[in-house]
């Protein structure tokens, strides 16, 4: 079963590292990270490239600033996943979260 984690961000720079990494090191290894950047100003991009370059899981959109409804719309749209997970930039997952959750 493969999940799809969708998360907008906006301006998240200072806290979305940790919440990327707490995915990065699930031990369920069958997921996508979808972060649709919603026209943020600061460094946030810059942060996650490092991500995307390095794990071809982590997939980023970006569009300009619509909200997070929008944001997590347009995620959607991209999503291969069985299951739909939203997650916000400052959100933490203890790292066997999808391996309980996949065991339900």
Not at 5 to 31: A, G
Not at 71 to 88: C, E, M, P, V
Request: without cysteine.
């Amino acid at each position: 079963m493969k999940f799809s984690i969708i998360m907008p961000t906006f301006n998240n720079m200072n806290v979305i590292r940790k919440s990327v990494d707490s995915i990065i090191t699930q031990t369920y290894e069958n997921w996508e990270l979808i972060i649709v950047n919603d026209g943020s100003t600061d460094d946030t991009v810059e942060v996650l490239e490092e991500y995307i370059k390095n794990d071809n899981r982590v997939k980023l959109i970006t569009q300009v600033n619509k909200g997070p409804f929008q944001a997590r719309i347009n995620g959607l749209k991209q999503a291969t996943g069985d299951y739909l997970l939203f997650s916000d930039a400052d959100d933490y997952y203890e790292k066997d979260s999808l391996l309980i959750l996949n065991e339900f």
